[in-house]
């Protein structure tokens, strides 16, 4: 059968990663596995490019004043902070940002409640207190991103290329209101 990946989000960063564990592992393979594409949702694959896109987003969208000559993306946050008047969402800027144990730009204490739940755990078959570092306490579902790939060498936009060379389609989806 064929196989398609999909993701979103920090899925940016899996997706090639695994797609290149597939094209090496068919290199001469017996029964090679036949992934035909590769799907990317408001992923985020090579920071350095798309991170210094987000100042350009902003004035578009009129977050932030069309005439500032800002490039950083935190830059941009903080002058939509005062343009705006509140703090919006991390990732649709038309919310509030959530401000809470458990969140990250939404409230995620009762999804993260019920991961932690004794019987969805078994039921998911997950070995001992694994969960507990992403969904316990406060995480809210999420690992530290800097610590999570720090020092990270890989090329997850080489990796999209190898797939292309190979024929493997690849698709990347944005929202109209995504940040």
Not at 93 to 100: F, I, T
């Amino acid at each position: 059968r064929n196989i398609i990946f999909a993701a979103e989000s920090y899925g940016g960063h899996y997706m090639p990663a695994w797609t290149a564990a597939v094209m090496d592992y068919n290199i001469g393979a017996f029964d090679p596995i036949r992934l035909i594409g590769m799907a990317i949702g408001n992923g985020i694959v090579n920071e350095t490019i798309q991170g210094s896109s987000f100042p350009e987003f902003a004035r578009r969208q009129g977050l932030i004043p069309r005439n500032d000559t800002l490039s950083s993306e935190w830059g941009a946050r903080e002058l939509m902070k005062t343009h705006l008047g509140y703090e919006p969402n991390y990732y649709d800027y038309r919310l509030a940002e959530q401000d809470c144990c458990g969140c990250s730009s939404y409230n995620y204490q009762s999804f993260s409640a019920w991961h932690m739940r004794e019987d969805v755990m078994s039921a998911l078959n997950v070995c001992g207190a694994s969960g507990a570092k992403a969904f316990g306490d406060c995480a809210a579902g999420c690992v530290v991103l800097p610590e999570f790939d720090k020092n990270d060498q890989f090329s997850y936009s080489g990796a999209i290329g190898r797939a292309l060379e190979r024929g493997i389609r690849v698709t990347f989806y944005y929202g109209m209101q995504d940040t």
